[in-house]
């Protein structure tokens, strides 16, 4: 699969990553290499091949799933900064202005 230094562009875009030509020459060739090898793995014959669901013995120690009663509302709503509506406000993460190519 051929991969082009404009594929890795958008993809740094989306990423908000910016490479220098250097970079972005090695990240193409990288990507190609990785998409390619995918391709072939992609050919195996798998067929009477027991998927793989864990790689050792170990069970499941995790605790039973039980509920437990919560924290109460009021209780935590004392410890947050901000608080509205039973919510807690927290700062916007996500850049409103971003091109959306």
């Known amino acids: 699969m051929e991969i ?3 594929d890795v ?3 740094a ?5 910016e490479f220098t030509d250097q970079e972005l020459e090695k990240f ?5 290499d990785i998409m390619n090898m995918s391709h072939q793995l992609s050919k195996i ?3 009477g091949v027991k998927p793989t669901i864990n790689v050792t013995d170990a069970v499941n120690i995790m605790r039973e799933d039980v509920a437990e009663k919560g924290v109460d509302r009021n209780e935590l709503m004392k ?3 901000e608080h509205e509506d039973g919510f807690i406000k927290v700062p916007a993460i996500i850049d409103e202005g ?3 190519e």
């Open 4 to 6: 082009t230094k404009d």
């Open 9 to 11: 562009k958008k993809i």
């Open 13 to 17: 875009s989306l990423s908000k990553l």
């Open 28 to 32: 193409t060739k990288q990507l190609e």
């Open 45 to 47: 014959n798998t067929d």
């Open 79 to 81: 410890n947050v900064p």
């Open 98 to 100: 971003e091109d959306n």
